[in-house]
């Protein structure tokens, strides 16, 4: 790599360090946040909502303004942006000014995300893109799983304010750099005017369906609040698609879907991120509620994965760009959900080392060969030019069927785990003690349940109910995340193709259509006269 492109990859590494760290270190400073501002369990979700909201429904015109005015110059607004709103954060005198400084953090991280993508696509040729997006990826992941351990620590030896803070000395760093080796990508001669009004609808139609998934599992499906906001999100979206199709300068070219390797790692990336936000939300939930881990424990649980991709992203990129992507989109998928598969051998009594650590170690090396060539070959089908909406559509697209995923699962297993519990005791059968006992395991699913004061055979038959269900409805999110990643492999496998390679030949790249050993092989198969 030059310096230059090295720098590159420094500055949009430590620009999204910050993004991704934030998306998890906040969850653990929720409890400190309440206590010392208040604001009770909604001020709590919306601490973290906000700032996901803002992200997700603002994702495609954050990339749009990349390709506009450059990648260079949105990324750093971006930066800046989130470094003042994360001051904002750390001085909030009360919990309303926190979440709406934790809504302006995802807005300027909505600029950042896509433009740091760019920017590694302008810095790097297409050949050299997967071992760079693969570097990018592990130390993005990296920054994910060290986020509850950092927030523990801040909170613990300083203040929750600490933990936005931190932020700071990150976002100086990355401007010195950008400042002093990023390269402004020459202006196009003509700069298409920016589509606001595009950009208000995919605002409206991205915001409404991520309201209506956060809400989902507090309220239900059929509540308007869930209705409302996700009914009208698509209604956006489809006026926000006509739109599109018609006016001359559309932020999102829906030429984009016509190419065969966009289109494919998109609709994988849906399927793989609804698989994956499966996995890492339950198998979370059953290790602390039936398994007995503390969340310390759960969230090590995990820790393979991340050292596994940290380890082996830059390798899996780089071969994919050596050998083309089709077969790592394909067979990383199959071989992830063969890991998931393995966590149906997973009991009440969980073993980590003999029954999780294997599943997730064969699961990480499947994902491992999958993210980095996956976000190389979406960003390598679009024009250099589109790059920061191509990484703003993949980003969306990932997000939501993150969301989707968690959303639509909750009431499969919240039944599955009513209907085994039920079909393992009848609660006519139960004193109102033991009734009230599988109620509120019920209302809780996954778990063991409380079996405080009941008689000790009732106790007993209680308890086995509930972890036969719990690890009966697990079995049933573990196999499904394992189709979702599955089919992801499988669109890989039917629909990616791979990129014709250069070939570094003088007289091929003269324009030459024979070249030395073509015309010996012609001089070979000539008649020779008699």
């Known amino acids: 790599m030059t310096r230059t492109q090295r720098l590159s990859l420094f500055a949009s590494i430590m620009g999204t360090f910050v993004v991704f760290l934030d998306g998890t270190v906040v969850n653990v400073a929720l409890p400190a946040i309440e206590e010392d501002l208040g604001g009770g369990l909604a001020g709590q979700q919306w601490v973290s909502n906000g700032y996901l909201l803002a992200l997700a429904a603002l994702i495609l015109v954050g990339g749009s303004l990349g390709d506009v005015f450059g990648e260079r110059r949105v990324f750093s607004i971006g930066v800046v942006g989130f470094g003042l709103t994360s001051l904002i954060c750390a001085l909030a005198p009360s919990i309303e000014v926190l979440v709406a400084g934790r809504v302006l953090q995802g807005v300027f991280g909505a600029l950042l995300t896509p433009s740091a993508l760019a920017v590694i696509v302008a810095a790097f040729a297409p050949a050299e893109r997967g071992a760079a997006v693969g570097t990018w990826t592990a130390w993005s992941g990296m920054a994910a799983v060290l986020g509850p351990f950092v927030g523990g620590q801040l909170i613990d030896t300083a203040s929750w304010r600490w933990v936005f803070a931190i932020n700071v000395p990150f976002v100086v760093l990355t401007l010195v750099i950008v400042a002093a080796a990023v390269p402004q990508r020459p202006r196009a001669q003509a700069r298409p005017p920016v589509d606001w009004p595009g950009g208000a609808l995919s605002f409206l139609g991205l915001a409404g369906p991520t309201l209506a998934l956060i809400r989902q599992p507090e309220s239900g499906w059929g509540a308007m609040d869930v209705f409302v906001p996700g009914a009208a999100g698509v209604l956006f979206l489809a006026i926000f698609l006509a739109r599109e199709v018609r006016t001359a300068h559309p932020m999102l070219p829906l030429g984009l879907f016509r190419r065969r390797n966009f289109a494919a790692g998109n609709g994988e990336t849906l399927a793989m991120y609804a698989g994956l936000s499966i996995l890492f939300f339950y198998l979370v939930l059953f290790l602390q509620q039936v398994g007995g881990f503390t969340a310390t424990e759960a969230g090590l649980a995990t820790l393979p994965t991340t050292l596994v991709m940290f380890v082996l992203s830059k390798r899996a990129g780089r071969l994919a760009d050596r050998f083309g992507p089709r077969w790592f989109l394909g067979f990383g998928p199959l071989l992830a959900a063969a890991g998931l598969l393995a966590l149906l051998r997973v009991g009440a009594d969980v073993d980590y080392v003999t029954e999780v650590l294997p599943a997730l170690l064969i699961f990480s090396l499947g994902l491992t060969a999958t993210v980095a060539p996956l976000t190389a070959t979406v960003l390598s089908d679009a024009e250099e030019n589109q790059a920061g909406i191509a990484s703003g559509v993949n980003n969306a697209i990932a997000r939501v069927g993150g969301l989707l995923g968690v959303a639509a699962l909750g009431a499969v297993i919240a039944a599955q785990f ?33 079996v405080t004061g009941l008689e000790r055979d009732e106790a007993a038959a209680v308890a086995r109910a509930t972890e036969a269900a719990s690890v009966e409805a697990f079995h049933t999110g573990m196999a499904i995340s394992a189709a979702l990643v599955a089919l992801g492999g499988m669109l890989g496998l039917a629909f990616v193709r791979n990129p014709r390679r250069d070939v570094p030949c003088a007289d091929c790249a003269a324009g030459q259509l024979t070249a030395a050993p073509l015309d010996a092989a012609r001089e070979r198969t000539t008649p020779v006269a008699a």
Not at 423 to 448: K, N, Y
């Open 418 to 450: 009513s209907g085994a519990l039920r079909a393992e005791i009848d609660p006519a059968t139960l004193s109102p003690a033991g009734r009230a006992a599988v109620q509120r395991a019920e209302d809780r699913v996954l778990v063991r349940a409380d």
